[in-house]
Every structure is written in structure tokens, then in C-alpha cells.
T-cell receptor
Framework: NAGVTQTPKFRVLKTGQSMTLLCAQD?????MYWYRQDPGMGLRLIHY???????AKGEVPDGYNVSRLKKQNFLLGLESAAPSQTSVYFC????????????FGPGTRLTVT | AQSVSQHNHHVILSEAASLELGCNYSYGGTVNLFWYVQYPGQHLQLLLK??????LVKGIKGFEAEFIKSKFSFNLRKPSVQWSDTAEYFC?????????????FGAGTRLAVHP
């Protein structure tokens, strides 16, 4: 049982390049989330999904797109990377319901130059 | 807007000192409360959580937190810290507003414990 995994662990992009971050979970969770973590700001929700084929915007969605074609996978895309997107990205997942804790992946450190 | 405030951004303690990290949230309804910890280079792990019942909750590694509804607070405590407690600690709140598990994080408190 690997929990939540993220690929890649590190990435450096040039401004304007695109990339996709992959999140996978093997806990059969319905909900999945993408956060970014910046110093002094905690974690902020980018997008989330409440089930296969559905996605919704979080607190800071601009510049990102997501897809959830399979229940176990949640992809985060950057179409045209900007230096402001330099951050650590965390994926999380949880069971359905209000009282469910979120389980986090190890993070992806992205630098945009 | 709903928010979570953590009063201390950086805390430095010596081993065996007592720890209390403050957390306040702004939401008038029912909430679930969490403390997560992030050790250097690692992902977030759940320390403890409060859903209902006894407002004093105990978590892993000797941590505990007390939910005081009248003060909208959920402070984290540990009577005697160890060097291995060096980490960043995040308070988080899920308001009962329907829909997904919206988790609102505080900015975090970075704890350094010196031997």
C-alpha cells in the first residue's frame, strides 16, 4: 500500500514551458486535491475532484488545469509556466464525507526560471 | 472569509522545554480541526484531529490539543519536546459547509529544537 505518490519529485522549467504533474493513490479515495505550498502561506488549494471525471476550482486555480480520467489518478497541468508558479506542489486524497482526513503525497518541487 | 491564524511563525526551544503553538480560526459553525506536521524534506503527516466529543485530543508522539469553542482556538501542546520534533506544524480547519472536505490551512509554525 503506497498511499499517495507523486511524479516527478523535482523539476526545473523555463518560462513558457508546459508540464504535467501526476498524482496516484491506491486507497480507493473518492476525493483528490492539488495544493501549492509557499513560504509563510501554508498550503493553498489549486483544484480538487470529488470523483472520476469531475474537477472544480479551489482558491488559486489560475494558470493550472486538472483532469481525473481514472479514480486513482489526478493530473495537474501547467500550460505556460511562469516564475510565480515556483512552489512545492502537494497532492492529497480522502474518502467522501465531511469528517475525513486528507492523506498527502511527498510533494513535487517545481522551479520556473 | 474563513481563515486560520497561527500566532508564531518561528519557535526555538531547548530539549525538554514545554511547547504550546497557538491556532485560531474564523468560522462560526461546526468545524473539524487538525494539526499536521511536516518534518524536513517530508510530506505532511496528521498529528491529531478533533471531530466531536472530548475537546482535549491526544495525538501521536505525545502531542495533544485542546479545542476551546468560545475562543475559536485549537492550540497544540507537548510537555517536553525532543530534537526530533524539529519540523513545521500546520493547523487546519474543515468547516461544515457541505460539499467536499475543504481544508483551510494556517501559515505554519516552524519549530527548531536545540539539544
Amino acid at each position: 500500500n503506497a498511499g499517495v505518490t507523486q511524479t516527478p519529485k523535482f523539476r526545473v522549467l523555463k518560462t513558457g514551458q508546459s508540464m504535467t504533474l501526476l498524482c496516484a493513490q491506491d486507497m480507493n479515495h473518492e476525493y483528490m486535491y492539488w495544493y501549492r505550498q509557499d513560504p509563510g502561506m501554508g498550503l493553498r488549494l489549486i483544484h480538487y475532484s470529488v470523483g472520476e471525471g469531475t474537477t472544480a476550482k479551489g482558491e488559486v486555480p489560475d494558470g493550472y488545469n486538472v483532469s481525473r480520467l481514472k479514480k486513482q489518478n489526478f493530473l495537474l497541468g501547467l500550460e505556460s509556466a511562469a516564475p510565480s508558479q515556483t512552489s512545492v506542489y502537494f497532492c492529497a486524497s480522502s474518502y467522501i464525507g465531511q469528517s475525513r482526513e486528507q492523506y498527502f503525497g511527498p510533494g513535487t518541487r517545481l522551479t520556473v526560471t | 472569509a474563513q481563515s486560520v491564524s497561527q500566532h508564531n511563525h518561528h519557535v526555538i526551544l531547548s530539549e525538554a522545554a514545554s511547547l504550546e503553538l497557538g491556532c485560531n480560526y474564523s468560522y462560526g459553525g461546526t468545524v473539524n480541526l487538525f494539526w499536521y506536521v511536516q518534518y524536513p524534506g517530508q510530506h505532511l503527516q496528521l498529528l491529531l484531529k478533533y471531530f466531536s466529543g472530548d475537546p482535549l485530543v491526544k495525538g501521536i508522539k505525545g502531542f495533544e490539543a485542546e479545542f476551546i469553542k468560545s475562543k475559536f482556538s485549537f492550540n497544540l501542546r507537548k510537555p517536553s519536546v525532543q530534537w526530533s520534533d524539529t519540523a513545521e506544524y500546520f493547523c487546519a480547519v474543515t468547516p461544515f459547509s457541505g460539499g467536499y472536505n475543504k481544508l483551510i490551512f494556517g501559515a505554519g509554525t516552524r519549530l527548531a529544537v536545540h539539544p
